[in-house]
Every structure is written in structure tokens, then in C-alpha cells.
């Protein structure tokens, strides 16, 4: 019984394929349709640009055969005479999901992360799987390609939307009549990766971004040393990978600065990504436009925030409720900028909404022709079709769309929609078009009748003076059924009438409400289109708020420039003195001079008299600015960057300037014995990532010790090291393992190149350096001593709780401490953490500073330094170097910064009070002679960012009332991080 | 099981031996001479002069006469000491280290769970308050909708009954948010979203107090713990400690506490009660506003927010007190800057000093006896060597709680002299 159903199966599929020469046929006689179809008098654009009034296409056999203006009709043709209808190619989604299951998460594996791989002949990394073949997944889904074909759209490009290395996509011809054989028009079309984990697998690493950036570097070394055959097991991941080598490349980045992150891995291997972006490009165009890549770009346009409740309007941020505004001006300002883009269903929550977020876009300025192009050539480029897809030159497939009129206008009605030479129809092209005013008389009265909305689904209105009834249409083949009600719905009126070719008019039968029939006729006196170009004339221009450098709150309309300043009379801090009435002058980013009776000149006067001026506070500890701290998929990511992950746009940034911050160093977390490489930041607000980062910045690494490595305070039990004891050994293994790794490397074999390694062995080699972070005395003296074993020093020790009782040991060994002023009782390895930790140091001849590791305590660091004086009676002197030269020195740029003396970078702070004083603030502060932050500006800020709330706010009520979709107030918040934020 | 014990004989023994010795009764008069008095109430005086015996203030001036032993502090700086509202202190020892843990129960309405008897008069987190002039704290149980009822200790106790100023003094409600945070484990975003049980909340905690009032007017056989605790709200002999944040839920808590019949409600939080100055003094509502050392919840509030919160409310004429509820108990012990800091804003310094000391023992019903040096209190107070709102200069040499010359060394002093003699003697 089942092998007869599965044989009756198979033929009716047989039957339904088109036939293929080589296949037998028992259902009948082999026939073929070699026959044309010509579509004549139409308006074809071939291209977006390549537009033919009058034209004719000719097809056969599912592709264009010839397009234009004089093309001879061959006898055995279909005629079909399109006069003042319009033909398209039809659309391209080059980032589409259609028809492959979406992956399904993997069920919870206990509470214990696991570590390692589950595949075997694979990468060692699960969520690399470049051999995923879309095509073995797919399966066609006639339901969705009718949504898909309504939509416009006639070829996608579809992928298994998961993993970081996602394998190969299935390009697919959205065609219900033909069969795999016709419709899958490539079945590895090109491959794509992401930096998100699969969700099918549960494998640890990477648990970051960062991580994510650095396992795809890493794939790429090792493809290239597999590539060259100098790995003796198979890995069918990286075989796969070189297999795919030569097919476009798209990164799945989405927005937020990875489209920058991803094409920055692309430049490191000389592969230009298509990378998919996230919608928020126009706030950092010009770094788009760097990227030289082509993006996919998606429609996902905002609703309006719901703001009818005052309260809760007050938690929607400045930087989102200007994201309503402005993210439909993206595709726009791509194209000014003369970014290449195609335009992608992906992120709309119904493929539905893809007209009128198109509408949208080109309200908001997109060009007719640039839409055209995202929809059809840009799409084919990228998935290297061009030659097949995405336009109506001979040759291609006949993909195409008959429209009423311009594709991309609001009362265009679209006809159909062909696939291969099959006609689909979306809305029959031969009913007429009814739509418009009329006059309608009916019993011996006359009324006013507009009919609009769709055009095969029309809408009526029908009037008696200003009294409206209410009406009802019907309208299916060429039959209008119309009917009002009056005396508040008693008495109904029907009509009935036959649509004419020949007259815009309609007539015919009516009944009345007492059931006589009589007859009615509409004298039709403005026709549709007429209005809609009217009521699109008169629909006004968006109105947009401006951008500021961050585009957040607190951003500036222009970037703040480098100015000549002059402080005359102030209490001048240089570092090892205090000095009275001085005057300090400022040229080109640079101290000058410092002295007294200081001559201007065209330098900005600033009368400091009362007032404190110290170098700008450093923060050795910070994790403001960042999007992810920590790497915790392994004991090791010394592979891992925080440059890959920094964030300009994080308010904290600024309140550390108004704390009178100019350096942080961004450190990793502590998740892991060696961490990863830091970021040495300058708070440049208002420059993106590349511009916070300090110039010609010191090689940082990050290692950590104790509890948080050990994972005591969380429910992980599996990863080694799991005691103090296992922490040395696993320092021991990895720097022995990168010595012999440099050693290999300069002895001139061939070697796998290694990020870990290589850094690991750049702190060997006395390049980069670490900042470990540490708590208890016997993982302190640890350290000290595997360092020396290796023949190198610690560089700072960070936290550092326990550091007064190894404090002599320290100050031999060379290494700094950089610890809290008073943080203790959090956890048990904090017990002996005190106060007068930073005095005691500092006493035995430590270089000492005071971090933060918090975005609270970063900005009042200047009042940290101030209690060394409290605990332990550190000089007024030695207590200000903890926050400025002190961790200048541990940080190696203190010859750049971190104290005031001629010839340094001005990294100023202005104080209204003693710098220390829980009572001062920071009046100005100053980076290269840059004032980023300044008491009066921020004034102005507030003012500004209110006025403009209430702007939107007021835009989002008229939204609303105006029948606008919104969504509930939310407040977007990034979690603050500290060392132990996973 | 062998691990956990060890661990916890650890910190027992760590704990134990830390511990100050509490300080012997006052057993003659002393005078505090030339010293500038902060009086804890808006004033000053200049070269004063202050007596205490039997643990009382006797007399303070600038022309009192010297009686008993007598202190130099010319120069000097006294203060009332300090309060602390809203903390957990010595309910916790270790955050991380889960058995030394007791601050948070099983149960959402619990009013009948109280901290006193679980406050270790010894804990070194304790002990490690007084040298910054904290003398003085409000024991607070946490989480859950009503977590429980406080009690008002002293810091320098053998036991907790020794400790005890004011023995179950208030009940504290956590009034529900009309946002809560993203769910991220589950998929959410992160950041808030309407919280759509905020009235469902609400009728929780309108039908507990409804509940606690009917049971309260007639006498039952089989007792209701929870209901039974929560008489004094009512009886006004306890206060409710109300703790919101936003506008409408402070509008919504008030109300509803007040329609439930209870007489004496503090406002702990109020990160936008300066928007409702008005309805707050005419229903006489004190508030506990958050401690300055925060960041500001919203993205677009000024920098500053937090700093010139515990002002905007002062200058609308409510009776402020500063906490650090939300903050790890070993942080109270930054109190006096948290009040520091608002002085940066504007506020006067004697202003400031109100809101850790005559304001707070005011709103905790305890002024009578503390918060302010005035003949007839509690001779709890120190010296300092300057002023004690500023981190450099809050050095203190003497600190005495009714009267009784306390330690000021702690387990962080020993460790510090411990470690100097070692270095400084080799």
C-alpha cells in the first residue's frame, strides 16, 4: 500500500514538472510548448536606468528572448497588449529564509557550561559550519512564496540563519508550477556568516562579540594552513570553507557599528564582504562609505513609541525616539552617499509591511531608481546573477511584473507577477479601474460617491451634503454591488450595475428600501489618479531633528575643535607640585608653557583665579564604553581585543568627562585566567570607536586570578582551573606552550599562525604587558614568580585587595598597584581588603593608582584619590598621582600625559575646588587642547535635549492620532558592566 | 559538606576575632572643649563647649562650664553620629558567600520577619562604620513586596538586645514598578518594558493590608503571623516605610497606604518626588531620597541628577533624610560624602549635615534621644579632625555612643598597623 501511494505521488509530481528531456513520460505523449509570449505597448524598464515607452518583451520558454521598441512578433506568439501598463523586474531578497526550517534551539544541557565540541571531522569550534548546505534543507513553500510574489518579489536568496559560519545559501525562483529542478536556480549561491552562535548547538565559545570577531580570524589562519596541507586529519568545516572560497561572501552584521567590525575582519584577509546591516547606518555614513562594501539593508522602521502616558514616556531615550525619526532616511542617505545597497525583507515582522516601508523610504527621499536597483540589479550583483536575474535583458529569466503605473507609487495596482514564463496573478489586470468621485443620483436624489483604496478592492463613501452613510462594495468580474443605509441603518438602499468598457460611468439596477425597483446612475467626475497626485502633492515633507556627534543625548551639533587657551591665575596641580597663581597656556593640543604672567596672544583667555587645574583623571579599571566584557568560553582569549567592541555611544563616556575623565584603559573582565587585550581610551565624545582609542596605544593584555576565575560564585563546575592551584598551572601551560610556539615561529619553520599565541608571546617578549587582576597575597606572589620563571615582569597588579601585605615583594618585582580606594565584603577573597591598601604601597615604593571599575565611582575618582588621605595619611601630592601620573606610568603614556608640565598633550581638568574635595566639580574638561566637556555647554545640552523630547513627543501624538502604528514605551538600556558582568 | 564547614568556621573564627571590645558605661562626666559644634539641626557654634554624664548631653555652648574630664579639641570639629536608614548591616557579613547571608526570607508579605534578632552586633562590616563617624543604623530586612520589620541599633553592642535603640520600628513595602527590567535569559531585551501586573500588584498589596486591618479588629483564635505584625502600621505605633520611585507609583503607594489606614508613611527612593512637592507636604510625607552616589536611571537626565536630588526636595520645604538602601552595606560607611556631595549643588553644608543626622532621627522617630547634640540627648557623637563631610579631612579622633568612649579601630586598622609595623620595622 505505501510503495503504491509513494508511486502515485511521484507521477502526479512527474506530470507536474515541466518536462524534462530525458525523462520518461507514461502519463501521456511527450509534448513541448515552444510557443512566445510578446507583451506589447508597454512601459519596460529593462533596468532601473534602461526604460522603454512602448516596447514589447518577448519570452520563451521561462526567459527573455528580446525586449524593445521594434521587436519582430514571431507567428506562434501570445499576444498581450499592455497598453499604459508598466513592466519591472521583479524583486530580489538576497537575504531570505524562505523555505529552510528554522533552526531549533538546543534543549538546556544543565546548569554547567559546556566547553567543549560535540562534532567529530569538523572545526573545533560548533558554531563554525561552513558546510551547511542550505539546499539540503530546502523545502519549498508555496504558501509563503504567494506572500513573497504579492510583495513583488520573484528570486531569494535563502540561508539557514544560524551559526557564525553559516554555510552555503539555495537561490530560489518563487515558481509554484515547475518543480525543484526548475526553481532552484543555484544551490550554493554564496556564503554567509554572522557573530552569532547557533542556537542548535550549546558549545561556550565565543560568549562575546569580541570572541565571535576573533574565531573568525582565527578560521581564516587556519584555512589558509590547512589550504597548504599542513594538517594531517580532516576538518570538513575547513574544507568546506576553500570549497565556498570563490562564491560571494555576505556577513550578517546588522547595525550598531558591526558593519564596520565585519568588514574590518574582511580587510585583515582580503575578502570584501556583502554584509547585512542593521538600519542605523545614516548616523555614521561617511564609515559606511570607508567600508567599500555593498550592503543588504533592511526596511525594520520603527513604529512610534506609544507616548500617550507622560509617566511612561519618560522612559523612552533621546537617541530612540530619534531613531523613529530619522531610520526611514536611511536608505536615502546609502544612495547620496553612493553606497551600493539591496533592500531585504529580513527583520520585517510581515512580508505585508514591505510596501509601505518602501513608501516609507521614498517618501523620506529615496530615488525611484535607487529602490529599483536595491530590488533588482544591486541583489543580482551581489549574488554574482547578474546574468540571470535582475534585469529584462535577453537571456534572463522572465521574472518579471505588469503594474498599473509606476511600481512604487501608492495607487499602483500590481497585476501579476511572472516567474520563469509562468504567470502568477496578484490582481486581474482586466477589470477596470472604477475608482474616483461621482455624482450619484438614485429614488430622485443626488448623492456624492468616492470610491478608492485598492483598486481591485475598492472602498466607498457615499454622501448627502456633509451626512455620510454608511456603504458597502462589492466589485468582482466586471459586477459593481453597492449598497447605503440611512435613518441610522432602517432603510438601505441596494445597487447592482454591469461595469462598462466604454464609459466611466456606472448605471443600472436599484431597489429602495421599500423594495421597489428603480434605476441608478453615477456620472463619474474625478478620477483617481488625479486625486491621489493631488493628496500626494499636499502631503507635507517630513520633518527631521538633527544629528549630533555622539547621535545621542548629550551629543554635539558640530564636533568640538582644538582650541589656543590660556588659564590665567589658577591653583596649578603639575604633578609633583602645587603651585599658586599660575598661568597655563595651551597650543595645538599641547601644554606650552607654564608660569606665570603668561602672554596670550590669540589664545582664549580663561581666568582660573579661585579655581583648580590639574592634568585630566585616568582610570586604570574601567569598562565604560563597551559592547561585552567578557570572553568566558575558555580559561584563555588572549585572541580577543576590547578595540573590537568599543562603543562611542555610551552616555557613561560623558559622564566621566563631567567627572573630569580624559583616559581609561577598558580593560577585559575576570572571567578567565588570561583574558582578553585592552583598549586605552581617550573620552573623545562625539569621534566614533577608531577615534576614542589613544594614539600609538600601549599593548595591554588582561589576566585575572582567584574567585572569578575559579568560578566559586556561580554555578560552573566543569572548566579547569577550579583552585588557586590549578591557576598557576594553567599560566605555566600557556606560556610555556606560546614560548615554544615564538620559538618555532623564529626559528623559520612553518608554523600555525595563532592569536592566542602570538600574544602570549608578545608578553614574553616584553611587548605587551599585564594588568592582572588579584585580591589575595598567595595568587599575587604567584604570579610574581611564574613571571620571573619566563623572564619577564607583571606590569600591574589591578584590584590588587591584598597588595599591602606583599607590598616589599611587589616593589622588588617592579609591578604597580592599581586597587579600589575602599571596596571590601563583596566576596569571600576580600575579607583582608583595606583601606589603607594604596597608603602601605605606596610607602614601600609601589606606583600606586585608584581605579574605578565602575561607572558610578569613575566619574568621582578625583574623591577616591582624596581618601588615601583618610586611610593612611598619604600626602595631598602622592594622593593626586594615584588618579593622574600614577596610572599614566602603569598605562606607558606618561610621557604624554598625566601630569602638567611643558610640552605634554593637554589633558586638562578645571576645577571649582580643591581637586580632591567631595566638593568640587569639574568645570571644563579638556582632551588635546579640546574642550569636551564644559559646565555651561552642558547647560545648553539640557536645554536642547528637552526642547527636542517634546519635539518628538509631540510628532509621536500626531502619529498616533493620525492612525499611526506604535509600540510601548521601553527603555533600551546596555547592562553596566563590571569585571564579573558575563 | 566538609568544604562548606571549613568555610564557615573560617569566617566565624575571621569574625570573632576582629570584633572591638564594646566600651564600658560612662562612669564620669567629660567636657569637650573648643571644638566647632555641628549641631545636627541647621547650626553652629563656634569655640563650643560640650558636657555629657551618664551618657546624656548635660550642656553645650560656647560659655558652659567644664565639668569631669576634659578633651581638647581645638580645632576640632563634633557632629551627631550619623544614621543610616534602609541597610542590612550585620544581616550580611560576605555578599558572595551565601551562608552569611540572612537579609532576604522566603515570601512576599512578611511583615512579621524581624531583623533584629538576626543583627550580629560583631560583624566587622559593622564595626568598620564607626571611624567615618556612622554610628547608628536602621536594620532592614530585604526583598519580596513587604519584606519585614526593622529595628534601630547602636554600633558598639555586645548582643543584639544591648544594640537595640528602637526595637521593630517600621515595616518596609517595596511598592511594585510600572516598568521592570528585560528578562534577557528568557529572550527579552534588556532595559525596562511596562510592567502589565503593576495593578495586579497593587490589589496584592491593598488586599494584605485590607486583610491586616479587619483581622486587627476583632480578637481571633488561631493567629495570623503576618496579619498580626502589621498592627502598628495602623495603631500608628510603627511607620511605613514606603519604598517607590516614579512618580505614579509614589502617587499610587501613598494612596493606597493612606486609604488602608496607615498613620505615618516615609518615602524611601523618590527618584522623581521633586515632581510632586505639593501632594507630598500636604499628606506630611518625609522622604529617604537615594544616596548621591548613583548614576542617573535615564539616559537624557543630567549628570548630575543624583547629586542634586536630596536638594530639590530640601528646597521645597520636605523633611529629608539620605539612604543607601540599594548599596552594599560595607558602603554606608561613605554617608557623610553621599551628604558631601550635595553640598557641590548648592545646599548649605549644615543643610547637608541634616540629612544624615537631625532629619533622619526625625523621620525614624528617634530624635528625641539622636541626630543632634542638644541638652537632654543621647551623648552620641565624635570629633573630628575636620570636616567630616569631605573625604580628606573626616578623620576622627574620638566617637562616643551614650556616652561610652568607643573604639575606633576595626579589623581594617588592625591589618593596616599589622602590616606598617612589619615594613617600617625590618
Not at chain 1, 803 to 817: F, L, N, Q, T
Not at chain 1, 834 to 861: C, F, K
Not at chain 1, 890 to 911: F, N
Request: proline residues 3%.
Amino acid at each position: 500500500m505505501k510503495l503504491r501511494l509513494l508511486t502515485l505521488a511521484l507521477l502526479w509530481c512527474g506530470a507536474s514538472l515541466f518536462a524534462q528531456d530525458y525523462f520518461p513520460e507514461n502519463d501521456g505523449v511527450k509534448s513541448k510548448n515552444n510557443n512566445y509570449y510578446a507583451f506589447t505597448n508597454a512601459k519596460i524598464y529593462v533596468t532601473p536606468t534602461q526604460v522603454i515607452q512602448n516596447g514589447t518583451l518577448l519570452i520563451q520558454n521561462g526567459k527573455v528572448v528580446q525586449v524593445g521598441s521594434s521587436v519582430v512578433i514571431p507567428k506562434n506568439a501570445v499576444v498581450e497588449n499592455l497598453s499604459g501598463k508598466s513592466i519591472y523586474p521583479s524583486f530580489i531578497d538576497a537575504f531570505s529564509s524562505f523555505g529552510v526550517e528554522k533552526p531549533k534551539r538546543a534543549p538546556g544541557g544543565g546548569r554547567s557550561p559546556q566547553y567543549e565540541a560535540t562534532r567529530e571531522g569538523f572545526y573545533w569550534n560548533d558554531h563554525i559550519m561552513p558546510e551547511n548546505k542550505a539546499v539540503e534543507k530546502f523545502k519549498y513553500d508555496s504558501k509563503k512564496a504567494g506572500e513573497l510574489r504579492k510583495a513583488g518579489f520573484g528570486v531569494v536568496n535563502a540561508h539557514i540563519q544560524d551559526a557564525i559560519a553559516r554555510g552555503t545559501g539555495v537561490m530560489v525562483a518563487l515558481n509554484d508550477d515547475g518543480g525543484d529542478a526548475d526553481r532552484i536556480l543555484e544551490d550554493a549561491s554564496a556564503q554567509y556568516f554572522s557573530f552569532s552562535k547557533s542556537v542548535t548547538k550549546r558549545q561556550s565559545y565565543p560568549t562575546s562579540l569580541m570572541g565571535a570577531t576573533a574565531l573568525m580570524r582565527q578560521l581564516y589562519y587556519d584555512m589558509d594552513w590547512y589550504a597548504k596541507g599542513n594538517v594531517t586529519t580532516k576538518d570538513r568545516s575547513i574544507e568546506a570553507l576553500i570549497e565556498n572560497k570563490n562564491l560571494p561572501q555576505i556577513f550578517a552584521a546588522g547595525g550598531n557599528g558591526n558593519v564596520q567590525r565585519a568588514d574590518k575582519i574582511g580587510d585583515q584577509f582580503g575578502i570584501q564582504y556583502t554584509i547585512l546591516a542593521g538600519g542605523d547606518e545614516y548616523a555614521h555614513v561617511d564609515a559606511i562609505k570607508n567600508t567599500n562594501a555593498k550592503l543588504i539593508v533592511p526596511l525594520n522602521f520603527p513604529k512610534a513609541y506609544d507616548v500617550s502616558d507622560p509617566y511612561a514616556a519618560q522612559y523612552i531615550n533621546l537617541k530612540d525616539m530619534r531613531h523613529w525619526n530619522l531610520a526611514p532616511t536611511n536608505p536615502k542617505v546609502l544612495a547620496d552617499n553612493g553606497v551600493q545597497f539591496s533592500l531585504t525583507l529580513h527583520n520585517l515582522k510581515s512580508t505585508g509591511d514591505f510596501k509601505t516601508m518602501l513608501m516609507k523610504a521614498i517618501k523620506h527621499g529615496l530615488s525611484k531608481t535607487k529602490a529599483l536597483e536595491a530590488l533588482t540589479t544591486t541583489p543580482a550583483s551581489i549574488l554574482g546573477a547578474s546574468n540571470k536575474i535582475g534585469s529584462l535583458q535577453s537571456g534572463r529569466h522572465a521574472n518579471f511584473l505588469i503594474a498599473s503605473g509606476d511600481i512604487f507609487d501608492k495607487s499602483t495596482t500590481l497585476y501579476e507577477n511572472w516567474v520563469q514564463g509562468q504567470k502568477n496573478v496578484i490582481n486581474d489586470k482586466d477589470q477596470k479601474d472604477i475608482r474616483g468621485d461621482y455624482d450619484l443620483s438614485a429614488g430622485g436624489l443626488t448623492y456624492k460617491m468616492a470610491i478608492s483604496g485598492e483598486a481591485s478592492k475598492p472602498k466607498i463613501e457615499i454622501k448627502q451634503d456633509t451626512l455620510k452613510h454608511k456603504s458597502k462594495l462589492a466589485y468582482k468580474n466586471d459586477w459593481v454591488n453597492f449598497s447605503f443605509s440611512t435613518d441610522e441603518g432602517k432603510k438601505t438602499c441596494r445597487m447592482t450595475g454591469k461595469v462598462s468598457k466604454n464609459s466611466d460611468n456606472l448605471k443600472g439596477r436599484l431597489i429602495l428600501p421599500n423594495g421597489k425597483e428603480s434605476s441608478f446612475n453615477a456620472i463619474k467626475t474625478t478620477s483617481f489618479e488625479e486625486k491621489e497626485k493631488k493628496a500626494d502633492e499636499a502631503v507635507e515633507k517630513p520633518e527631521l531633528v538633527a544629528m549630533t556627534y555622539p547621535n545621542i543625548g548629550y551629543g554635539y551639533a558640530t564636533k568640538p575643535q582644538q582650541e589656543n587657551m590660556l588659564f590665567k591665575n589658577a591653583t596649578v596641580w603639575t604633578g609633583e607640585a602645587v603651585l599658586e597663581n599660575t598661568d597655563v597656556f595651551v597650543k595645538n593640543g599641547k601644554i606650552s608653557k607654564v608660569g606665570t604672567n603668561l602672554s596670550a596672544g590669540s589664545a582664549k583667555v580663561i581666568d582660573a583665579t579661585g579655581k583648580h587645574l590639574t592634568a585630566g583623571v585616568i582610570d586604570e579599571h574601567s569598562h565604560i564604553g563597551a559592547l561585552a566584557i567578557n570572553e568566558a568560553g575558555h580559561n584563555s582569549s588572549a585572541e580577543v581585543k576590547m578595540t573590537d567592541v568599543v562603543d562611542p555611544l555610551d552616555i557613561d563616556l560623558y559622564r566621566n568627562l563631567a567627572g573630569g575623565v580624559t583616559t581609561i584603559q577598558l580593560l577585559h573582565g575576570s572571567a578567565n585566567p588570561i583574558g582578553g587585550r585592552s583598549a586605552i581610551l581617550r573620552l573623545k565624545w562625539g569621534e566614533d570607536a577608531e577615534g576614542l582609542i589613544f594614539p600609538n596605544m600601549p599593548k595591554f593584555i588582561k589576566f585575572a586570578l582567584g574567585e572569578n576565575v575559579k568560578q566559586s560564585n556561580w554555578q560552573s563546575f566543569s572548566r579547569f582551573p577550579q583552585t588557586r592551584m590549578g591557576v598557576e598551572q594553567a599560566f605555566m601551560n600557556y606560556f610555556q606552550m606560546a614560548k615554544e610556539y615564538d620559538a618555532k615561529k623564529k626559528s623559520g619553520q612553518a608554523y600555525r599562525y595563532d592569536e592566542e599565541m602570538e600574544t602570549i608571546a608578545e608578553i614574553l617578549n616584553g611587548e605587551r604587558f599585564i594588568s592582572c587582576h588579584s585580591y589575595v597575597q598567595s595568587e599575587i606572589n604567584m604570579l610574581m614568580k611564574v613571571a620571573e620563571k619566563f623572564n619577564f615582569k607583571v606590569n600591574t597588579f589591578t584590584h590588587i585587595l591584598e597588595g599591602y601585605k606583599v607590598a616589599d615583594k611587589m616593589a622588588e618585582h617592579g609591578v604597580g598597584g592599581s586597587t579600589f580606594s575602599d571596596w571590601w565584603a563583596y566576596k569571600y577573597e576580600v575579607n583582608d581588603a583595606i583601606p589603607y591598601n594604596a597608603a602601605i604601597m605606596n610607602s614601600q615604593g609601589v606606583t600606586v593608582a585608584i581605579n574605578s571599575d565602575d561607572a558610578e565611582m569613575s566619574r568621582r575618582l578625583n574623591q577616591e584619590a582624596g581618601k588615601t588621605i583618610k586611610y593612611g595619611g598619604m600626602s595631598e601630592i602622592d594622593a593626586w598621582k594615584t588618579v593622574t601620573l600614577n596610572p599614566a606610568k602603569l598605562l606607558h603614556i606618561d610621557d604624554r600625559v598625566g601630569s602638567i608640565e611643558a610640552g605634554k598633550d593637554a589633558d586638562l581638568t578645571l576645577w571649582t575646588d580643591h581637586p580632591m574635595s567631595v566638593y568640587a566639580k569639574a568645570e571644563k574638561t579638556i582632551i588635546e587642547g579640546v574642550v569636551y566637556f564644559d559646565l555651561a555647554k552642558d547647560k545648553m545640552q539640557r536645554e536642547a535635549i528637552q526642547k527636542e523630547r517634546t519635539k518628538l513627543i509631540n510628532m509621536m501624538l500626531k502619529e498616533k492620532s493620525g492612525g499611526g502604528k506604535t509600540q510601548a514605551p521601553k527603555q533600551k538600556k546596555k547592562p553596566r558592566f563590571e569585571c564579573e558582568t558575563l | 559538606m566538609k568544604k562548606i564547614n571549613f568555610l564557615i568556621a573560617l569566617v566565624w573564627s575571621f569574625a570573632g576575632l576582629a570584633q572591638q571590645t564594646p566600651a564600658p558605661e560612662q562612669t564620669e562626666a567629660i567636657t569637650i572643649t573648643g571644638t566647632t559644634a555641628h549641631i545636627g539641626n541647621g547650626t553652629v557654634i563656634e569655640n563650643c563647649s560640650i558636657v555629657f554624664e551618664n551618657g546624656k548631653i548635660t550642656a553645650i555652648g560656647s560659655s558652659v562650664t567644664a565639668k569631669g574630664k576634659s578633651i581638647d579639641a581645638s580645632g576640632k570639629h563634633i557632629y551627631p553620629g550619623f544614621i543610616a536608614p534602609g541597610k542590612s548591616l550585620g544581616l550580611v557579613e560576605v555578599n558572595a558567600v551565601r551562608a552569611s547571608n540572612d537579609q532576604d526570607e522566603l515570601g512576599d508579605f512578611i511583615p512579621h520577619i524581624r531583623s533584629l534578632i538576626a543583627y550580629n552586633a560583631e560583624s566587622k562590616v559593622v564595626e568598620s562604620m564607626r571611624p567615618n563617624g556612622v554610628l547608628l543604623a536602621q536594620i532592614t530586612p530585604k526583598g519580596g513586596r513587604i519584606s519585614g520589620t526593622s529595628s534601630i541599633v547602636q554600633f558598639d553592642a555586645w548582643n543584639w538586645e544591648d544594640a537595640a535603640v528602637k526595637v521593630d520600628d517600621g515595616i518596609h513595602l517595596n511598592w511594585p514598578g510600572t516598568f521592570r527590567r528585560g528578562r534577557w535569559w528568557l529572550g527579552e531585551p534588556r532595559g525596562y518594558q511596562p510592567n502589565k501586573n503593576y495593578q495586579k500588584n497593587i490589589d496584592a498589596v491593598k488586599s494584605f493590608m485590607a486583610n491586616s486591618l479587619a483581622y486587627g479588629k476583632a480578637s481571633v483564635k488561631e493567629k495570623n503571623q503576618a496579619f498580626a505584625a502589621m498592627q502598628g502600621l495602623f495603631d500608628g505605633s510603627q511607620k511605613l516605610y514606603l519604598y517607590a520611585q516614579g512618580e505614579k507609583e509614589i502617587l499610587d503607594g501613598i494612596t493606597t497606604a493612606k486609604d488602608a489606614g496607615v498613620k505615618n508613611i516615609v518615602l524611601v527612593g523618590g527618584y522623581h518626588a521633586y515632581k510632586i512637592t505639593d501632594f507630598l507636604k500636604q499628606h506630611n510625607i518625609p522622604v529617604l531620597v537615594n544616596f548621591t552616589h548613583t548614576l542617573p536611571n535615564f539616559e537624557d537626565d543630567d549628570y548630575d541628577f543624583t547629586f542634586k536630588l536630596p536638594k530639590l526636595l530640601v528646597d521645597a520645604g520636605l523633611l529629608v533624610g539620605l539612604q543607601n538602601a540599594s548599596a552594599s552595606n560595607f558602603q554606608t560607611r561613605n554617608l557623610p560624602f553621599y551628604a558631601g556631595q550635595v553640598v557641590a549643588q548648592g545646599l548649605g553644608k549644615e543643610k547637608a549635615l541634616q540629612l544624615i543626622s537631625g532629619n533622619t532621627a526625625k523621620i525614624l522617630g528617634i530624635d528625641a534621644d539622636y541626630g543632634t547634640l542638644e541638652v537632654g540627648k543621647s551623648a552620641t557623637f565624635f570629633v573630628s579632625d575636620g570636616d567630616a563631610l569631605d573625604m580628606r579631612t573626616n578623620q576622627l579622633s574620638h566617637a562616643f555612643i551614650n556616652g561610652r568612649a568607643i573604639s575606633l579601630e576595626t579589623h581594617q586598622t588592625k591589618l593596616w598597623k599589622r602590616y606598617m609595623e612589619k615594613f617600617e620595622g625590618k
